[in-house]
């Protein structure tokens, strides 16, 4: 039994290996800066009683590198970490391809091509040797990503150069040049004179063709990934007006855009995000229409990202963005063109990143976070209509359960008598205070929309919709809350779904736990000054250099499309903050049928 548990002891415990371990972690920058954070630390301590060397619970030459002998049989001590390279040693370069650049030697370039991508290891890439059958002969290679680029249109550029057998060679030194005017058709190829250039073509789904002889490589685009066909809008869906969204391939939501607004004053500008891992950023704006200082901001904000990986907008939103601690949204995400369209036609600036479906829009207010592109397409008293319930619904959401419970606890003699005694009558079982009710609901019910968020399918929508029923009801029959609160807490949440802007309506759904706090603590008082403070920091907030709340604070030129949509042909101006260009929509009447003295009214939006 003795040596069952003294094995057993050893084989749960650590034993330290004294061989060679089967790999050595290498010094990064981080480590140089601690080891040598430490030497000046030993050597401010080697003065000092028990320092390294005069240590009596250690034996002689414990800490000494040089001291083998020293250190006891059997006892393995841990090896300092393996240098990378020697302190000045660096690898020497090649004399033809200095600073990265194409090597006019096939065989240096292969090797270069081979180091880069890890071949043969890396088997996604692939790189095929061809001979063109030019006088005299001209040994060449090719090298793409499977998957990434097109093999029909690869296919077609070899036989393009295999065309031209027999005919006198391009000669040495300037063979890819000649072959791109003379030999190889295609509306995009270009020279690339470094590897840097080659190898951003080639991930990004270009075929890079190398000639010997030549000092620089030749790179067609043969794009032809899978991807997503433009389909419905799923986040923004509307009755009236287009139907189409967002995919995640950025040349397809440029021209989604560019089918709409066919202008030539449209320009598409392209930045590279991320340091390890590129992906593509394109900034559209109408040169005579957005404000240059806007279009310089947006593009110094995205040029000077740093961040290793930026895949969708939302996560470069958060890098250029005014102030990322408050919760009120700064820019617009959405996934339809039409609106993106629209917010080009007013003076905005739109940003597109490659692999993401939505689009960002800057600058925008808070009441641009409350409008969607469907009021705009119907007449204008539905559109003012659709507004003011959703103004309504935004109060709603957000301040609904604070002031019941300032009113439920503080503030009974606004709530006539019948309904008073109706609801006391329905909480004299429940045994929770009030404010503990409101927050269980309100954490059910978040409960609830989440799972149905995260669920996939029809069945997420189901079970939100019978879990939330199931809960509610067998809360009020277990007499945990009371029938009212649970007819509060539905009219919150359909108020806070009726909000066009996700974001927006997440920053109301946290915002709403804080007046129920106040509401809680101090009533009315309490609820008033989460207002006052809400407001102002909200007033205090800015989006790519325009105020939060134009133009209602800092007050300006109204204009006739804020709260209410007044008609169309009464808008002709273009919004007052952006500062754009040209802030006039329509000089005179945009209806030009209409007589001049029945229609000339003058109007401004």
Do not use: C
């Not at 000045?88 to 880069?116: A, H």
């Not at 036609?345 to 993401?356: H, I, N, P, Q, Y």
């Not at 002031?403 to 929770?432: C, D, K, W």
């Not at 808008?571 to 001049?596: C, K, M």
């Amino acid at each position: 039994m003795k040596n069952i548990l003294k094995n057993l002891v050893k084989i749960i415990s650590y034993q330290p290996n004294p061989d060679r371990e089967s790999f050595v972690l290498r010094e990064n920058e981080y480590d140089r800066k601690a080891m040598q954070s430490g030497k000046k630390d030993e050597g401010r301590d080697s003065g000092r009683p028990g320092a390294s060397g005069g240590n009596g619970d250690q034996p002689p030459g414990a800490d000494d590198p040089g001291s083998g002998p020293a250190v006891q049989p059997g006892v393995s001590r841990r090896r300092p970490l393996r240098k990378a390279a020697k302190a000045g040693q660096k690898k020497d370069p090649d004399p033809e391809d200095g600073e990265g650049r194409v090597s006019s030697r096939l065989d240096r370039n292969r090797k270069k091509i081979e180091e880069i991508y890890g071949l043969p290891a890396n088997r996604d890439i692939v790189l095929r040797e061809f001979t063109l059958g030019t006088d005299p002969p001209l040994k060449a290679f090719m090298v793409y990503i499977d998957g990434l680029a097109d093999r029909a249109t690869q296919v077609r550029l070899l036989q393009d150069l295999m065309i031209f057998a027999g005919v006198p060679g391009p000669g040495a030194g300037k063979s890819a040049s000649l072959i791109m005017k003379k030999m190889l058709p295609g509306s995009q190829v270009k020279l690339a004179e470094t590897f840097e250039e080659v190898v951003y073509a080639v991930n990004y789904g270009d075929t890079a063709f190398f000639f010997d002889g030549s000092g620089s490589a030749l790179v067609v685009e043969t794009k032809g990934w899978d991807k997503r066909a433009v389909g419905r809008p799923e986040t923004e869906q509307t009755v009236t007006g287009p139907q189409e969204a967002f995919v995640e391939n950025l040349r397809s939501n440029t021209a989604l855009i560019r089918r709409i607004v066919r202008s030539e004053k449209l320009y598409t500008e392209f930045f590279q995000v991320g340091t390890r891992i590129k992906s593509d950023a394109a900034v559209m704006y109408l040169k005579d229409l957005a404000n240059p200082d806007l279009v310089a901001e947006v593009k110094r904000r995205i040029s000077g990202v740093k961040a290793d990986f930026v895949t969708d907008v939302g996560m470069l939103e958060q890098y250029i963005e005014d102030n990322p601690y408050n919760l009120n949204p700064q820019t617009m995400i959405t996934e339809k063109p039409d609106r993106v369209a629209a917010a080009l036609a007013e003076g905005r600036v739109a940003v597109l990143l490659s692999g993401s479906p939505f689009s960002l829009v800057v600058p925008v207010s808070m009441y641009t976070q409350l409008h969607t592109g469907e009021e705009t397409y119907l007449r204008w008293q539905y559109g003012t209509f659709l507004r003011l319930i959703r103004n309504f619904s935004f109060y709603l959401a957000l301040l609904l359960p604070g002031i019941y419970l300032s009113v439920s606890l503080y503030h009974q003699e606004m709530v006539p008598t019948e309904l008073l005694l109706a609801i006391a009558g329905n909480r004299e079982r429940v045994p929770f205070p009030t404010i503990i009710e409101m927050l269980l609901m309100e954490f059910s019910f978040e409960l609830v929309r989440e799972a149905g968020l995260r669920i996939p399918g029809i069945i997420g929508s189901t079970i939100g919709i019978v879990g939330a029923l199931i809960l509610g009801q067998a809360a009020v029959q277990a007499n945990i809350v009371s029938p009212i609160l649970v007819v509060l807490v539905a009219v919150t949440g359909l108020a806070s779904f009726s909000i066009p802007s996700f974001s927006l309506a997440f920053s109301v759904r946290i915002y709403r736990f804080f007046y129920i706090l106040m509401g809680a603590l101090l009533g009315f008082y309490g609820i008033t000054i989460g207002l006052f403070m809400q407001i102002l920091l909200t007033a205090n907030l800015k989006s790519f250099g325009m105020p939060y709340l134009a133009p209602s604070g800092p007050r300006t030129h109204p204009g006739l499309d804020v709260i209410y949509r007044l008609p169309l042909f009464l808008q002709r101006r273009r919004p007052d903050p952006l500062n754009p260009l040209d802030d006039v929509r329509a000089s005179g009447d945009p209806r030009g049928w209409v007589d001049g003295k029945e229609g000339g009214h003058e109007g401004q939006g």
